[in-house]
């Protein structure tokens, strides 16, 4: 048996073992069967086994790496133990000082959790961020210090310090920091994407050195990180950064490394991650806290990711549009990835990535009704009642008409269309095609709500009436019904039968 085993390493408190092929489904037991009964097989996912090893006898163990270590890996594991999950909150759950006492009450009501906490901004912080630094733009530099929004979140994190007791010093710093950089767009009357994201960074940075500084306040031991130091490398795509493979080893490493040492939750800032060429601060697309979350996930193996909401879930529908929406108990990552992308702003469109590719369950929960069970998603569920999951509004779409009667049983029109967006490196959403016309609607971005800018849409136009009459239509929505794709006759039927009557 224990051939057929290989030690992968130890990720928190997991001993990874992979299983040779065609062992696998015999998954857990193969804990019990090779090592006996005090190692319990906790997560398995492809053909790994992780053995829990807080709940297993050193003997044991050191019998799992006799048996199963592979020369090169040196494995330490008694007393060896780290974070079991991530729990990420976001900026309404951090909004004020009551929230932060709420969050850390949350927290330490689950014990037998040691988390890695991910969090965004305070509230509509990265909002006023962007405001303020679009007003330094043009207020002269004498006029930055009384940039409402400036004056509004130096007073939401002084009052919140002063509120929880802690030192001011924590974010002093920053509120230097952050109106000498608008002093600076201002002399410069210039905002580059790059400034910005630098900008907006100011936000997790600041709320996540008040929370930990909260906790070790009230005796809880924690250490905050900001996720541009700690191995979270992405594109040069300021505002819109895409994490690189390399981020995950290495933040694995020093999360870990940092546990081993000196044992203290982590609190991290989300959001933010360093540009693999310029090394300046990046941002993962609005919303990209849940990213961060996910990503930290896979890069420490965890058994569980947690994203703390202000809804009890995910929803049947954006609450502000149809206020008795419910929550959906259970989704997988691809419909959840599916609702993101198409509109519902509860997660991020790419943060199911990381957890689908480990397959790391994610729960989506509210952290103003902790008792409400939330949305749990997996990469597979019991789809056999499901129909209807959820609808989705996406707004401010751009949507492209192009028809041509050289479509008629002609081969290579479409390619060629398609061929125009890729030169031009504009991704499209939603297609629908007939003899003479294909209908497409373009993905403005990762940034929800920003427009293409007009003169990539001339461009995109330009192109086509070389090949085809084509009809720009903008500011338009795309409603999705996100359901089970066996039953799309079903659903379509039900809203053509209701459609005329609404
Ligand atoms: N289908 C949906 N399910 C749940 N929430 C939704 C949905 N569509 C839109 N929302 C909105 O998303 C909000 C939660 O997302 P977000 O503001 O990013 O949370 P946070 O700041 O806590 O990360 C909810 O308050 C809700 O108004
Ligand atoms: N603060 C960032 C990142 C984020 O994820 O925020 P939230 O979790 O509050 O959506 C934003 O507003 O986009």
């Known amino acids: 048996m224990a051939s057929a085993l290989q030690l992968q390493g130890v990720q928190g408190n997991y001993l990874c073992v992979s299983v040779r092929r065609g062992l696998h489904h015999c998954k857990p037991q193969i804990g019990f069967a090779a090592f006996g009964a005090p190692v319990c097989a906790r997560r398995v996912w492809g053909n790994r086994v992780a053995f829990n090893v807080t709940t297993c006898k050193a003997s044991t163990t050191s019998d799992v790496i006799e048996k199963s270590v592979t020369e090169n890996r040196v494995v330490s594991i008694e007393g060896e133990t780290s974070f079991t999950c991530v729990m990420k909150f976001g900026g309404s759950s951090v909004a004020s000082a009551e929230r932060m006492k709420e969050v850390a009450t949350l927290i330490l009501s689950f014990p037998e959790e040691r988390p890695i906490v991910v969090l965004s901004a305070m509230g509509k912080t990265t909002n006023k961020l962007l405001l303020a630094g679009e ?41 230097e920091e952050l109106e000498q950089l608008l002093k600076g767009i201002a002399m410069m009357k210039e905002l580059t994407k790059r400034t910005q994201d630098y ?60 546990w081993l040492s000196d044992p203290a939750i982590a609190i991290v800032t989300g959001f933010l991650g360093k540009a693999q060429k310029s090394c300046a601060v990046t941002t993962l697309g609005r919303g990209g ?50 609702l993101a992308y198409f509109g ?91 003899e003479v016309s294909v209908s497409l609607t373009l993905d403005p971005s990762k940034l929800w709500s920003r427009e293409l800018i007009q003169q990539e849409l001339d461009h995109v136009v330009e192109e086509l009436e070389k090949i085809a009459v084509v009809n720009l239509l903008q500011n338009r929505s795309i409603i999705s019904l996100i359901g089970n794709v066996q039953r799309s006759s079903l659903i379509l039927e039900k809203v053509l039968y209701y459609a005329p009557f609404i």
């Open 135 to 175: 007003k330094a733009v043009s207020c002269g530099v004498t006029n930055v210090s009384s940039i409402e929004e400036l004056c509004f979140i130096k007073d939401l994190h002084l009052r919140t310090v002063d509120q929880l007791g802690v030192d001011g010093s924590v974010i002093a710093k920053h509120l």
């Open 199 to 258: 900008l907006v960074s100011f936000g997790e940075c600041m709320s996540t050195r008040i929370f930990a500084a909260y906790l070790n306040k009230i005796g809880v031991k924690a250490r905050q990180y900001d996720a541009f130091e700690i191995g979270f490398i992405t594109t040069d795509d300021f505002t819109n950064a895409d994490i690189l493979e390399a981020t995950y080893p290495a933040v694995a490493k020093r999360l870990h490394g940092d």
């Open 289 to 338: 806290s849940d990213l961060t979350a996910t990503a930290i996930g896979k890069a420490l193996g965890l058994p569980e990711i947690q994203v703390w909401k202000d809804v009890d879930g995910v929803l049947t529908c954006d609450p502000n549009i149809y206020p008795k929406a419910e929550p959906v108990p259970y989704l997988t990552f691809d419909e959840a990835a599916e």
């Open 344 to 434: 519902a702003q509860v997660l991020h469109p790419q943060s199911m990535r990381p957890a689908r590719e480990s397959d790391i369950p994610v729960r989506v929960k509210n952290s103003y009704n902790p008792k409400a069970p939330g949305t749990l998603i997996t990469k597979a569920r019991d789809m056999s009642k499901a129909v209807l999951t959820s609808i989705v509004l996406k707004r401010n779409v751009t949507m492209l008409d192009i028809v041509s009667t050289r479509m008629l049983g002609q081969y290579g029109f479409l390619a060629k269309v398609f061929s125009i967006f890729e030169e031009l490196g504009i991704s499209v959403d939603v297609v629908a095609t007939s």
